[in-house]
T-cell receptor
Framework: KAGVTQTPRYLIKTRGQQVTLSCSPISGHRSVSWYQQTPGQGLQFLFEYFSETQRNKGNFPGRFSGRQFSNSRSEMNVSTLELGDSALYLC?????????????FGDGTRLSIL | AQTVTQSQPEMSVQEAETVTLSCTYDTSENNYYLFWYKQPPSRQMILVIRQEAYKQQNATENRFSVNFQKAAKSFSLKISDSQLGDTAMYFCAFGANSKLTFGKGITLSVRP
């Protein structure tokens, strides 16, 4: 079974631009969660999608948005990029997103803002 | 809101020895799950072990075991017979209401 696939692996953008990151979950998994990982803040939860609906959202500004498609693939968008958005963005999938199910992570997208 | 605290930023252990990684959490929830995830230098995060809060018995997975103290809200990970491949960042995580909250992680180095 293929794992969670995130594209692209690396991205360099400048302040003010916008970016879209993609995540393909493991086949059969309907829940996709997104996390931002930085050395200072650790792993912070962005949002979770299940069956195309956002069920949970972390404390991030509205510049961070996402969506999920009918095939469970998910995209995350960040508009008006700021230097502080430089981070590793991780996507994780699970069968139904319940708290007892282990999450399967992708390799992440390293976003650098110049 | 839940908080997860990993107070040790890094630790080092000799190969074949035992090491314990600490984690405390704060919550008002009664039903929850606790996890330890491992992130090797190659980046992909993988699940090490999981503990159900309603179970008294500590979870064990081969060389990995936990010491779960519910009243003290403590959830430590013990790695026995440490191997070079255990070198990684380890994250403690709390799961409730379909959401995971992570600690800031601890960098574990296994010395040959």
């Amino acid at each position: 079974k293929a794992g969670v696939t995130q594209t692209p692996r690396y991205l360099i953008k400048t302040r003010g631009q916008q970016v879209t990151l993609s995540c393909s979950p493991i086949s059969g998994h309907r829940s996709v969660s997104w996390y931002q990982q930085t050395p200072g803040q650790g792993l912070q939860f962005l949002f979770e999608y299940f069956s195309e609906t956002q069920r949970n959202k972390g404390n991030f500004p509205g510049r961070f948005s996402g969506r999920q498609f009918s095939n469970s693939r998910s995209e995350m968008n960040v508009s008006t990029l700021e230097l502080g958005d430089s981070a590793l963005y991780l996507c994780a999938s699970s069968l139904a997103g319940t708290e007892y199910q282990p999450q399967h992570f992708g390799d992440g997208t390293r976003l650098s803002i110049l | 809101a839940q908080t997860v605290t990993q107070s040790q930023p890094e630790m080092s252990v000799q190969e074949a020895e035992t090491v314990t990684l600490s984690c405390t959490y704060d919550t008002s929830e009664n039903n929850y799950y606790l996890f330890w995830y491992k992130q090797p230098p190659s980046r992909q995060m993988i699940l090490v072990i999981r503990q159900e809060a309603y179970k008294q018995q500590n979870a064990t997975e081969n060389r990995f075991s936990v010491n779960f103290q519910k009243a003290a809200k403590s959830f430590s990970l013990k790695i026995s017979d440490s191997q070079l491949g255990d070198t990684a960042m380890y994250f403690c995580a709390f799961g409730a209401n379909s959401k995971l909250t992570f600690g800031k992680g601890i960098t574990l180095s296994v010395r040959p």
